[in-house]
């Protein structure tokens, strides 16, 4: 990973899991972060303390993405406070919650994931990235079928990243690259540990299927490495393989 002093990155949903271990992976190399989070201000405070005690910089911006004026000032508090925009990671997810309505699901994982690229692209810095955070069974999801319980996420969270890959031609007049990084089932992540619970023996299962299942800061290490990946805009970035999807 390629020095990152005086780069700011935007990482939706970083207070806890795999945006927050990003999120210091990324400030230690000198990136000043943006750790988003919707609700839990502690959480993400405590990563912002751990990423300053480490000598970076950071700050904590509570903020839903799927309400457009909570992304408008997520960016312009990236840009007022540390003077650019460089990079987003698009990390936050859900839809599993049975509290936020039928469609939350597609509007969080495509509705907002769209509108948060299309915002941030109008005052990202030319060269800037987008990189996209999802899941081996969203990726394959239209051939390849998942656990009932993840399939309106899988599907939502697809639907998410043909709706970024149709934006790649909008995006190139602007000087700015999209990348995709998925994976299997994460270790130690909410979604992982509630489908398991949902369905019992679900990670063993997976495991088994993969031969490996990356951990939360495996992973973490692997998004970080897509900020400043040599590749085409446009990839798609398949980490650890994809044993059982494509083969």
Request: a negative charge; proline letters at 2%; charged letters at 25%.
């Amino acid at each position: 990973m390629t020095e990152l002093s005086g780069k700011t990155i935007i990482i939706t949903g970083s207070s806890r899991g795999v945006g927050a271990d990003t999120a210091q992976i990324l400030a230690e190399s000198g990136a000043n972060i943006i750790v988003n989070y919707r609700s839990k201000a502690p959480r993400a405070n405590k990563v912002v303390a751990a990423i300053e005690e480490a000598g970076g910089k950071a700050t904590a911006v509570g903020g839903d993405v799927t309400n457009p004026e909570d992304v408008q000032n997520l960016i312009s508090t990236a840009i007022d406070t540390y003077g650019s925009l460089d990079y987003l990671i698009l990390n936050a997810s859900g839809g599993m919650e049975t509290n936020m309505g039928e469609d939350y699901a597609m509007r969080l994982n495509r509705d907002a994931q769209l509108n948060f690229a299309r915002a941030a692209a109008e005052r990202m810095s030319e060269g800037g990235r987008i990189v996209f955070v999802t899941s081996h069974q969203a990726h394959f999801i239209h051939d390849v079928e998942t656990m009932p319980e993840y399939k309106p996420v899988a599907e939502s969270k697809k639907a998410g990243e043909e709706a970024l890959l149709a934006e790649i031609p909008a995006l190139k007049e602007k000087g700015i690259s999209l990348v995709v990084v998925s994976a299997d089932m994460i270790e130690g992540t909410v979604t992982a540990t509630l489908l398991n619970r949902l369905r019992p023996g679900a990670l063993d299962e997976r495991r088994e299927a993969a031969g490996k299942l990356y951990t939360v800061n495996e992973f973490a290490h692997e998004v970080a490495k897509m900020v400043t990946a040599d590749v085409e805009t446009g990839h798609i970035e398949l980490v650890g393989g994809a044993k059982g999807f494509i083969d």
